[in-house]
């Protein structure tokens, strides 16, 4: 297959390359559509899975995944971790299974565009500025003004608040051209010594592949923990 190529161009009245990463979105989103339903049929029968099977299944896989995932969350957030979870946890599962799907051969993954990983910061910026409200109303805006906290520091505002709305605002940005950077330098790197010799030299690549899906994953995610938590916190413990 060519390297501009991909499985999606043989599929009937593709539109072409420029749509790729719809079409990889879309597959990921399916894929874990069909694996949530088949793990959610297994936990029916409750009784099975209070014992964890000795074997690794995809039930397994997935319980090490959230575990692990809520886990940094109660750390990072604190008790209140909870009412996140379905936000963080679909990222994390999207975002993983997207860089994956890059490391098989005619797939592109919809993360190494930044249409793909902007979007998926902004939605991140969008949930921490509603989140920031919910907890501390208007001194969410405020604190941008003064987060000192004392009453000097309303001398410093029309410093600090283009200082600090500027921070927040570049957030989403920073997230998605990250997680897109890494992963269109890690893909290239593998398909130029893929297409060196496919045999064997790539495998050390492979496993590189593999090691910045899962970093880039969890760096996103704990990113994204550490902006909801600076917008989160009662405003007396600025």
């Known amino acids: 297959m060519d390297h501009h190529q991909s499985w999606y161009d043989y599929l009937p009245g593709y539109p072409g390359h420029g749509v790729n990463h719809i ?18 049929r297994r936990l029916q029968n409750i009784e099975n899975c209070l014992i964890p099977s000795p074997r690794f299944s995809l039930l397994n896989f997935f319980e090490i995944l959230v575990e692990g995932c809520m ?5 990072i957030i604190g008790p209140d971790y909870k009412r996140h979870v379905p936000l963080i946890g679909t990222l994390c599962l999207f975002i993983l299974f997207s860089n994956l799907l890059g490391l098989i051969p005619g797939f592109t993954p919809p993360t190494d565009t930044l249409n793909t990983t902007l979007a998926c910061g ?4 969008v949930y921490f500025n509603i989140q920031g409200f919910r907890v501390q109303g208007i ?15 309303w001398f410093l505002a029309p410093l600090l608040f283009p200082i600090e709305l500027i921070s927040m605002t570049v957030r989403p940005f920073s997230l998605g051209i990250r997680l897109a950077g890494n992963m269109i330098g890690d893909h290239k790197v593998l398909f130029a010594f893929a297409g060196v010799m496919p045999f064997l030299v790539p495998l050390p690549f492979y496993a590189l592949g593999l090691l910045v899906a899962v970093i880039q994953t969890a760096v996103f995610c704990i990113l994204s923990c550490v902006y909801i938590s600076l917008h989160t916190q009662e405003t007396g413990s600025h």
Do not use: Q
């Open 122 to 125: 902004l939605v991140v910026f």
């Open 23 to 40: 079409a990889a979105a879309l597959l990921v989103l399916l894929t874990l559509g069909v694996l949530s339903f088949m793990s959610y």
């Open 139 to 153: 001194g969410h805006i405020t604190h941008l003004a003064n987060p000192i906290g004392e009453w000097w520091g």
């Open 71 to 75: 886990k940094l969350m109660h750390d």
